[in-house]
């Protein structure tokens, strides 16, 4: 006796070859056109600062507005050097990125692979709420406590100058605190995510041959986890240079060089602080300025794409 077996074409948990094919294909054309909808959003973006950004190198001058030192757009003779405004934007960040990264990574760490589950438990929730917190409102935190404390600061130190300009503790050392704080929570969950996603069979080897635990954290974990660390350091840079609420409340906004007890403005505190009322040529450097941060944000990322990819190749 034969028993008929009914053959199908395939077998599938959602149905048949020709179902599974139509769900492939509309999965396949909407991340094709997720892509590019992403990268028309950024040549977008590109394109508009291009055209707003250019008309003021031309008609007031290269050399004038990016060399320039004096900002003043509403005089009789207006000038719109904003190189205090770059140098302050490239000094704030680079403070801002070696004070904060080293915590945020050495944080990572003791919740990845030191820290009891229970303490775990209470300062992961804590760094996510850390994140969670508006930009405005740590400006306002450090506008009501941290100002005061570096102006007590500011009169120990030059309470015998003649020249200085006190600033009432708005200054560029309470802008980088700011931003030091502010970029902790992106550093410590990337960092931790990438530290967590490294092969346990890596640790286990590395204490099979005899290493502590510390030393297996500093020569063997982080290593291997340096792609997500390095890309939560790209991620608190960019949110370092772009923030803008939070340092217009506590820099004190005037355009000086970027010393840690001068009143200083940054980029975006620029933009924030006289967009609102410009006009004419004014406007147009104003659009410059964010042209200048576009690009100083875009050569970041791509300088550290390419370190990635040297390290990648290299292994």
């Avoid at 004038?64 to 934007?89: D, Q, R």
Wanted: charged fraction near 10%.
């Amino acid at each position: 006796m034969r028993l008929k077996v009914k053959e199908q074409d395939s077998f599938s948990i959602i149905g048949s070859r020709r179902t599974v094919s139509i769900v492939e294909k509309t999965a396949q054309g909407i991340f094709t056109l997720c892509g590019f909808l992403a990268i028309l959003a950024v040549a977008s973006i590109t394109i508009y600062m291009l055209i707003n950004g250019t008309p003021a190198l031309f008609h007031v001058g290269i050399k004038e507005i990016l060399f320039g030192t004096v900002w003043k757009p509403a005089s009789a003779e207006p000038s719109f050097g904003i190189l205090y405004v770059i140098l302050t934007s490239i000094v704030g960040t680079t403070l801002a990125v070696f004070l904060g990264v080293p915590i945020g990574l050495l944080t990572a760490v003791f919740l990845a692979e030191t820290a009891p589950k229970r303490l775990a438990a209470v300062v992961k929730p804590a760094v996510e709420l850390l994140a969670g917190i508006p930009s405005v409102i740590y400006g306002l935190l450090g506008l009501m406590v941290l100002n005061p404390l570096m102006y007590k600061l500011e009169l120990a130190i030059f309470k015998n100058s003649q020249t200085h300009q006190f600033t009432g503790g708005a200054n560029l050392l309470s802008a980088v605190l700011v931003l030091a704080i502010m970029i902790l929570p992106t550093v410590i969950n990337i960092s931790e995510a990438a530290l967590r996603a490294v092969q346990p069979q890596i640790k286990s080897a590395s204490l099979a041959l005899g290493a502590s635990h510390i030393q297996t954290i500093f020569k063997v974990i982080i290593p291997a986890a340096r792609s997500g660390i390095i890309t939560a350091i790209v991620l608190g840079v960019g949110r370092a240079i772009g923030e803008a609420m939070a340092i217009t409340l506590v820099s004190g906004s005037s355009v000086n060089v970027p010393l840690p007890f001068n009143s200083v403005r940054f980029l975006t505190t620029a933009i924030v602080s006289e967009m609102g009322y410009a006009a004419g040529t004014h406007r147009q450097v104003l659009f410059t300025i964010g042209l200048v941060l576009f690009l100083f944000i875009m050569v970041i990322n791509i300088s550290l794409t390419k370190i990635l990819k040297k390290e990648d190749k290299g292994q």
